[in-house]
């Protein structure tokens, strides 16, 4: 048996095999290339010899056919998915035969096909345990289930209430107690219905009352509780005092409207006006009319912020839009002007931000050059008052004229 090298690969292959076992080129074209290389290959002088006969080919060896029977069985094996027993038998090629390539390639792709083999069984061991502890966690979390239904079961037993068994039925829609929980709140539930039906529409606490002593826990407790409080607050806003509020407050101190109880509260107290603060825009509001009276338009001018969200007919009226319009009313064809501002028509409130807003009446007398012409007009007016002292809206609305 020769060697020969493979043109294309350059790996060495035997004169017998049919192809290389790396690339799968022919052996035969080898031999063939190998051939015209040596005819081609200039020959040298030498001293002349004796020729030596060529050697005559030589049958295929005992060795390289039993090295193919054991390929061809190796083969076999891995063919019917028996890569142990094809793996026991390539070590012992193996051993026989070191440089055969086709063993080599075949012991890697054993190798390959048992580490496949071991990771698959892996897999089915990782499955298979992970399926087992589902199935326990699935059993104890059903154990735990039934565990707490009962328990609120017999919590529910122990109230015997129609909201015990309501919410009983509510948590465990297809518990094992379900249907003795709806014969119970059904039986229950039938004198609580018609007593509600009863007093649902009253105005009245003490029905509702009534009805929470009769059915501390029944189906309408909740909605009974709010009635009295919603009730209760509409009478404290009908009187809408502070001592009204706190009433409230004392009944339900975490009602419904507790809140807006404790605002409207806050707001009455901020807004209460003292007799000292009515008799104060009264005296601002006199002094104001007194200086326009007199056609003191820098007295009048010194009641207003530099601008007057609301001058008569102006709006956001700056000071010299103030003087123009005195300058106007104070024309020549006007002797003289009397304003009597109505003391007892003074109304005043004030706002959480502590400005007064005042409506009163005033009568002013207007005497001219031509006496035909003189007037009397009484007016309502409406003004604000800033914490300040300072008017900062004046409206006017005439009532009468003679």
């Known amino acids: 048996m020769a060697l020969i090298k493979c043109p294309e690969c350059g790996n060495l292959v035997s004169d017998h095999a049919t192809s290389c076992p790396k690339c799968g080129f022919p052996v035969d074209k080898m031999k063939q290339q190998a051939e015209q ?27 390289d ?20 027993e ?10 026989k035969y070191p440089s055969s390539m086709r063993l080599i390639q075949l012991s890697s792709e054993i190798e390959g096909k048992l580490r496949s083999k071991r990771n698959g069984r892996v897999t089915l061991v990782v499955i298979f345990v992970l399926c087992v502890l589902a199935g326990c966690a699935y059993m104890a979390y059903h154990q735990n289930q039934a565990a707490k239904e009962d328990t609120a079961w017999q919590a529910a037993c ?11 039925m509510t948590d465990y829609p297809n518990g094992k107690h379900y249907t003795e929980a ?8 039938g004198n609580d219905e018609s007593y509600w039906q009863g007093v649902a529409s009253s105005p009245n606490t003490m029905d509702f009352q009534n009805y929470l002593k009769k059915f501390p826990n029944g189906a309408y407790a909740a909605l009974a509780t709010n009635k009295i409080d919603s009730i209760d607050y509409v009478s404290a806003t009908k009187k809408n005092t502070p001592d009204a509020y706190e009433a409230y407050l004392m009944a339900h101190p975490e009602g419904v409207y507790a809140q807006q109880a404790r605002e409207q509260t806050s707001k009455i107290q901020a807004t209460a006006i003292t007799p000292e603060e009515v008799q104060g825009v009264k005296d ?42 005195l300058k106007k009313a104070f024309n020549e064809d006007i002797k003289s002007l009397d304003i009597e501002v109505e003391s007892s ?9 502590k400005n007064f807003s005042a409506n009163f009446y ?41």
């Open 37 to 63: 290389a040596e005819v081609q290959q200039p020959v040298e002088p030498k001293e002349p010899v004796n020729p030596t006969p060529a050697p005559s080919s030589t049958p295929r060896s005992q060795e």
């Open 65 to 84: 056919d039993e090295c193919q029977k054991l390929i061809a069985g190796i083969e076999g094996l891995i063919n019917e998915h028996r890569y142990r």
């Open 86 to 95: 094809a793996k026991e038998l390539l070590d012992s090629a193996r051993a």
């Open 158 to 168: 122990d109230s015997n209430t129609v909201t015990a068994y309501q919410g009983f």
């Open 182 to 189: 709806l014969q119970r709140f059904q039986g229950l539930k």
């Open 284 to 325: 601002l509001m006199s002094s104001y009319y007194s200086a326009y009276q007199n056609k003191d338009i820098d007295g009048i001018t010194s009641y207003f912020n530099h601008v007057t969200r609301r001058y008569y007919n102006k709006s956001n009226a700056t000071h010299d839009d103030i003087v123009n319009e």
């Open 345 to 353: 028509s003074f109304k005043v409130k004030k706002d959480e931000s």
């Open 362 to 402: 005033v009568v002013v007398n207007v005497e001219r050059v031509d006496p035909t012409k003189n007037s009397s007009v009484r007016s309502a007016i409406t003004a604000t008052v800033d914490s300040n002292n300072k008017i900062t809206s004046i409206t006017s609305r005439k009532i009468s004229k003679e």
